[in-house]
């Protein structure tokens, strides 16, 4: 079982940015994918960014061209660098190792997650 603990959410203005970052207690570079989610209330939970052990990005389009997601091995650490927000961006964040590019199950239990809230 490999558990996560995500940090750096908070409140900001639309148009702010904030960085996420995420900790594991297992070594990243064994999973095919590291993931960051999201669930906003009354929302189910999406996956909006997911880096490959081999760098490859991809992102919703929602986020698309705001939000970039990178890792750093050595530290078992996933960030997740979120420019320009925008109120719909309001949810609390997640990381989990994904199955699929659109899984939303993620494969090892949840951590607590990050809260962030966009408004002025």
């Known amino acids: 079982q490999v558990q996560f603990v995500e940090s750096g959410g908070g409140l900001v203005q639309p148009g702010g940015s904030l960085r996420l970052s995420c900790v594991t207690s297992?070594?990243?570079?064994?999973?095919?994918?590291m993931g960051w989610y999201r669930q906003a209330p009354g929302k189910q939970r999406e996956l909006v960014a997911r880096?490959?052990?081999?760098?490859?990005?991809n992102y919703a389009d929602s986020v698309k061209g705001r939000f970039t997601i990178s890792k750093y091995n050595a530290k078992n650490t996933v960030y997740l660098q979120m420019n320009n927000l925008k109120p719909e961006d309001t949810a609390v964040y997640y990381c989990n190792v994904p199955l699929t590019v659109t899984d939303t199950t993620g494969l090892f239990s949840w951590g607590q997650g990050t809260q962030v809230t966009v408004s002025s």
């Open positions: 297992g070594d990243i570079y064994r999973f095919v994918a």
């Open positions: 880096i490959t052990t081999g760098g490859t990005t």
